[in-house]
């Protein structure tokens, strides 16, 4: 059974763990899984490294092994590069692909990569089309409400306009010229492959992180998928999971972000930062031990990354703590933390 088929067997909506830059290590993936979510992501991880087998990620993502319900996430733009990291992906031993194609970070965008890849959906149907090619594993891909043609140009970067197909989305100006892409649009292109399931940013790359979240297009995205997407039918046995991403950060706005989407699911982000047992809560859950869960994350993290897991964990104790009256005194404790009898220190006297 397909891994996302097995989740939507469930009759409950899906929670994900998102990929977050930074945050999104072997231990904070473990956390948040514990605490509820039904798969965690990676940080996104580079196509060009796997491709070339860069002995230190190659390192680093081994530690997933045996880390059940886990997906990495791949980011680049060479569509020849995602058929052998999709292979060495599948043999690390993760469960499911997802191929980014929202990020707004420089980093990623300056060369052309995450969400400025909108720019040319013919080569997004190909990255997709050989990363499928490439792995036995779902796939799945990660996307933004869209993107303004005006943001593409600033970049420097070429647009390919012959392969935007309209889903009667598009806005002309008066001189009848595309000035955006949406995630409408690039389903359309993409409506041939079977993928196994598309995780929706409600925002724009204009918006970033902030701003009101279109709910309405991830819903038309939903009946624009369960109404075109034949070969994933065929293929899965199901149309595409829709996972909404973007401003969940409790019971108050995940349910309103089911309500407006009828997505499948979702995925929390920062709202996971100091409550990895959010995925619990959601699942009506509650009672979570918070000193049971930073003592489990520490360990994790010192197992994982014994040398610097001291430096790591402070951000993750800050953010657990944040909302303690002892706060601003537990800071200047946490940023000196050493050591995992340091951190049972500090959390044995708040």
């Not at 309405?216 to 009946?223: D, G, Q, T, V």
């Not at 019971?251 to 990895?276: C, F, H, R, V, W």
Request: hydrophobic share 35%.
């Amino acid at each position: 059974m397909n891994f996302w088929q097995e989740l939507k067997s469930q009759n409950r909506p899906i929670l994900c763990s998102a990929p977050l830059d930074g945050v999104s290590d072997l231990a904070f993936c473990k956390i948040c899984l514990d605490g509820g979510a039904d798969i965690a992501y990676t940080e996104m991880t580079s196509t060009n490294d796997l491709y070339h087998k860069s002995k230190q990620l190659i390192t680093y993502l081994k530690q997933f092994k045996g880390t059940h319900r886990v997906g990495i996430q791949l980011y680049g733009k060479d569509p020849e590069q995602f058929t052998k990291a999709a292979q060495i992906a599948e043999s690390l031993g993760f469960d499911e692909i997802n191929i980014n194609f929202g990020c707004p970070a420089k980093g990623v965008i300056s060369s052309g990569g995450g969400v400025m890849l909108m720019r040319d959906l013919d080569n997004i149907y190909k990255i997709i089309e050989n990363t499928i090619k490439g792995t036995c594993l779902p796939v799945s891909i990660k996307i933004r409400a869209g993107i303004n043609i005006e943001s593409i140009k600033k970049h420097g970067l070429e647009i390919n306009y012959n392969a935007i197909e309209s889903c009667n989305d598009i806005i002309h100006n008066t001189n009848n010229q595309i000035t955006k892409i949406t995630a409408l649009d690039l389903l359309n292109k993409i409506k041939n492959l079977p993928i196994s399931c598309i995780i929706i940013h409600g925002r724009t790359y204009e918006q970033l992180f902030s701003g009101e979240i279109n709910y309405n297009l991830i819903k038309e995205c939903r009946s624009f998928v369960e109404n075109n997407f034949i070969e994933s039918k065929k293929k899965n046995g199901f149309s595409p999971i829709i996972i909404a991403n973007g401003g969940i950060i409790d019971d108050i706005t995940a349910k309103k972000a089911l309500e407006l989407t009828q997505a499948n699911g979702l995925m929390i982000g920062m709202g996971s930062y100091g409550k990895p047992f959010i995925f619990n809560e959601l699942k009506g859950i509650k009672n979570n031990n918070l000193n049971k869960y930073i003592l489990n994350h520490a360990k994790y993290l010192f197992e994982s990354k014994p040398q610097k897991a001291h430096l790591d964990f402070r951000k993750h104790l800050l953010w657990y703590l944040k909302d303690n009256e002892n706060f601003v005194f537990l800071r200047n404790k946490i940023i000196k933390i050493e050591s995992l009898k340091d951190i049972e220190e500090i959390i044995n006297n708040v």
